[in-house]
């Protein structure tokens, strides 16, 4: 099957930075968009970023500016890099990917199972 696998989740600081991975493996034939959400307590999930297999980007406006999503296809692994963190920048945040799993299969979304992110002084 696939998995998801996200880290570098943590606590810091205000103005701070981190940067989450998300390893997708398994049987895997190709990947399309791959993408971050996140989730605050109390608040539905909300798309921070994505980006296509070609590169191209989208941010949120929350974000923009702020985080710098990318990806390494050889790897099948997408990054968020998050500078100038903020307090309501905390969350849970998701990893997704868009791919199948042969030629002939549809695309189907898979999710990682979330990091924790918390921006506190």
């Known amino acids: 099957q696939v998995q998801l696998v996200e880290s570098g989740g943590g606590l810091v600081q205000p103005g701070g930075s981190l940067r989450l991975s998300c390893a997708a493996s398994?049987?895997?034939?190709?990947?399309?968009?791959m993408g971050w959400y996140r989730q605050a307590p109390g608040k539905q999930r909300e798309l921070v970023a994505d980006?296509?297999?070609?590169?191209?980007?989208n941010y949120a406006d929350s974000v923009k500016g702020r985080f710098t999503i990318s990806r390494d296809n050889a790897k099948n692994t997408v990054y968020l890099q998050m500078n100038s963190l903020k307090p309501e920048d905390t969350a849970v945040y998701y990893c997704?990917?868009?791919?199948?799993?042969?030629?002939?299969?549809?695309?189907?979304?898979?999710w990682g199972q979330g990091t924790q992110v918390t921006v506190s002084s």
């Open positions: 997704n990917a868009d791919l199948r799993q042969g030629p002939s299969t549809w695309f189907r979304r898979y």
């Open positions: 398994g049987r895997i034939f190709s990947i399309n968009a």
């Open positions: 980006i296509t297999s070609g590169g191209k980007t």
